[in-house]
């Protein structure tokens, strides 16, 4: 009977993750109501002036290995396998979050993101298959100031959401490192420059638009620290 159950819960996950995909799939078929205002994300810009907005920012720079995907309202519901089948990712491994980080233990002077080095929050992009390891951060950040800086003056923490929002601009699970409102520093995990393909797929500004870009243009363009932060 269990191994029925079992059989029956797998068939019904297979049937809801079809429907979400026809979802998706007629998204940008639906045009946006001119009697009902279109939605917004944290900096105001509308759905459809996001991915165009992005789009200028990264060929303004020489990025052109890049692409925007629209996805289901629950995506975040889907497990990993179902989410790298809807962008079509090499591997889920190849599906990346950005996390906005506050050094609690700054002194009172280090307010803001001027000094890269020491900066009062960073951008971490990781895989959601690692395990994010903020010992690392605060080890790397110590030894990149030599030692200037007692490293009980490093404590990095998750921001609070209100804090993520109001500096990058983007909702949660929807932060991406291109055009945040502040020019935070960013980090990228060591495991996803090893990814192969070197093509991954992090939010793009909405909760259901995804960025997938190639990494050595990724690093190019937001010139992030490269070092590992994160275990398996």
Excluded at 3 to 22: F, K, N, P
Excluded at 45 to 55: C, G, H, I, V
């Amino acid at each position: 009977m269990e191994a029925e159950l079992a059989d029956l819960e797998r068939v019904q996950t297979r049937i809801l993750h079809r429907i979400s995909l026809l979802e998706t799939s007629i998204l940008p078929q639906n045009p946006t109501s001119s009697s009902s205002p279109a939605a917004t994300n944290a900096s105001g810009d509308s759905n459809t002036d996001t991915e165009a907005r992005l789009s200028a920012i990264l060929r303004s720079d020489g990025v052109a290995d890049f692409a925007f995907k629209r996805v289901a309202s629950d995506y975040y519901d889907w497990p990993l396998e179902s989410r790298r089948d809807a962008l079509a990712a090499a591997s889920i491994h190849h599906l990346c979050k950005s996390i906005v980080l506050v050094n609690t233990q700054a002194p009172a002077n280090v307010v803001d993101c001027s000094d890269r080095n020491y900066s009062k929050y960073y951008v971490v992009v990781v895989q959601y298959t690692a395990r994010f390891n903020a010992e690392a951060v605060k080890n790397y950040l110590y030894s990149l100031n030599d030692g200037r800086i007692a490293k009980k003056k490093f404590n990095m923490r998750l921001a609070p959401e209100e804090t993520s929002v109001k500096l990058t601009g983007y909702e949660h699970n929807a932060v991406t490192c291109i055009g945040m409102q502040t020019d935070i520093p960013v980090i990228l995990d060591e495991a996803i420059v090893r990814l192969n393909p070197d093509f991954f797929w992090l939010g793009g500004g909405e909760t259901d638009l995804k960025l997938g870009i190639r990494t050595s243009e990724f690093i190019n363009f937001v010139k992030p620290f490269i070092f590992s932060c994160s275990g398996n």
